[in-house]
């Protein structure tokens, strides 16, 4: 009925930290749901549903509601450091607690980090005073403050199962994962039902009192959008990087190997796969090597040629992700020949995408069983060279639904339960199917991945040391 959409700037003030401003995050928010329910009235609004990007981090003061430092982005690799100690020294017990394997993504190092360095912040800590939360709660606590009273302090179990302090089997915040990350559970904010109430908007923001009925990360709230509701079916979105999902039933169990189990929407479970880098490598194409100027340019580089020449590029510019949770991992591109042209290296890099993802579907098919096809969505699926080539990858149909925003779509169908009644949403998808075999240039790709991984190995560490990567 409406759509408006804003972009929040990201700022790189170190190699390999990755910020945003929390004011940014609000007041962005805050304009584009103006303007959407300007243009429906808000007379014919039910209720607020949010879906979130998961793992970024920051701190607030809980009476005041002023933000304490920036907030510290998923990609941020800044607790390099500090997750490499925790998988040596408590590894096994954190993965068996939170499903999780320890690494900078997630967002318990980033709130200890920002308690050790940003001033003030342990005082207000050990005064009561800190609240710490992901995006989702930070727009909670700004929606529901009012004059008379600060805001509710509130997640969903899908973010707080992203934390690396959320033991996903007993349900609740764990005192060992919050001890040995350094982060007090009083600063950490009440964990509710995915679908369930979590407070009113204040009247003067969006022009009543509306209640917000469901909250999600991103990831998850896509999976619930697709209705993937059981085990036998993945969704894959591409966003600023590309996360493949399967459910993973309605018991918390052991994901396979080299992939996270996660929390469903839904009250279920989930294996994840994330790579970190999707998106924002045709950003870099676009802006850093000015190959094209959008990204529809550099999907139409991509598809003046009908293949990669021999370039191939390794998208490791955070590390990789799943599977093999490299973070020293640097990004590549390799092959290069005098005449490599720019539509070669274009097409690379989105074969690259597509080859990442391979690895995390083939990772979770040992764990999980088959899956005859993937469910896609987000910024990249309308590059229709990008589904094909990811079709050719996997040797599998890909399914786009014409409804692009399947995040949104997933979350506003819980807040639909909440309020007690079903959407009727009619739904139809574009379907690729494979026509051609990439498997030689996953080969070459595979071996050049395993190239720049040793030679991270051998070198990263002590570049690391020398630009202050690592703490």
Not at 175 to 195: M, T
């Amino acid at each position: 009925m409406a759509r408006a959409q804003r972009a929040v700037e990201s700022s790189y003030p170190n190699p390999g930290w990755v910020e945003q401003s929390p004011a940014d995050l609000w007041n962005s928010q805050l304009a584009v749901a103006r303007e959407a329910v300007a243009t429906v009235g808000v007379d014919d609004i039910r209720a607020v549903a949010i879906a979130n990007q998961r793992e970024t981090s920051l701190l607030w003061d809980r009476h005041t509601l002023e933000p304490i430092g920036p907030a510290i982005v998923w990609q941020c690799r800044r607790t390099s450091g500090v997750a490499s100690r925790l998988a040596a020294e408590h590894g096994d017990a954190i993965r068996e607690k939170s499903g999780l394997t320890p690494d900078a993504y997630f967002s318990g190092p980033k709130f200890s980090w920002l308690l050790r360095n940003v001033p003030g912040a342990s005082d207000l800590a050990e005064a009561g005073d800190l609240a710490a939360g992901t995006v989702d709660s930070w727009l909670i606590a700004k929606l529901t403050s009012g004059s008379d009273h600060a805001g509710v302090h509130a997640t969903d179990t899908t973010n707080a199962s992203r934390t690396m302090l959320w033991n996903l089997s007993d349900r609740c915040w764990d005192d060992d994962l919050c001890r040995w990350q350094g982060v007090p559970r009083s600063i950490l904010p009440e964990v509710r039902s995915s679908a369930g109430e979590f407070g009113e908007t204040a009247p003067d923001l969006l022009g009543r009192r509306l209640p917000i009925l469901a909250v999600a990360g991103d990831q998850q709230a896509a999976l619930y959008g697709h209705e993937i509701v059981e085990p036998g079916s993945a969704k894959c979105t591409y966003g600023t990087g590309a996360f493949v999902l399967a459910h993973a039933g309605r018991d918390a169990v052991p994901p396979p190997r080299g992939l996270l189990t996660t929390a469903a929407a839904d009250g279920g479970f989930a294996f994840e796969g994330g790579v970190f880098t999707a998106g924002s490598v045709v950003q870099w194409l676009r802006d850093a090597l000015r190959l094209a100027d959008s990204a529809p340019g550099v999907s139409a580089l991509a598809a003046s040629t009908e293949d990669s020449g021999g370039v191939t590029v390794v998208p490791a510019f955070a590390g990789l992700g799943s599977p093999h949770w490299d973070p020293d991992a640097r990004a590549a591109v390799l092959g290069l020949s005098r005449g490599s042209s720019s539509a070669q290296i274009a097409r690379a890099a989105l074969e690259s995408i597509a080859f990442r993802v391979r690895e995390i579907v083939e990772a979770m098919e040992i764990g999980s069983g088959p899956i005859d096809e993937l469910r896609v969505d987000g910024g990249m699926t309308a590059s229709d060279v990008m589904m094909q080539i990811q079709a050719n990858a996997l040797q599998r149909p890909i399914l786009r639904p014409t409804i692009q925003e399947t995040t949104s779509l997933g979350v506003a169908r819980l807040a639909m339960q909440s309020a007690g009644f079903e959407a009727q949403i009619e739904r139809s998808d574009d379907r690729f199917v494979p026509d051609g075999d990439l498997e030689a240039q996953f080969s070459a790709w595979t071996s050049a991945r395993r190239a720049v991984q040793r030679f991270a190995r051998e070198t990263a560490p002590e570049i690391a040391r020398e630009a202050g990567w690592s703490e």
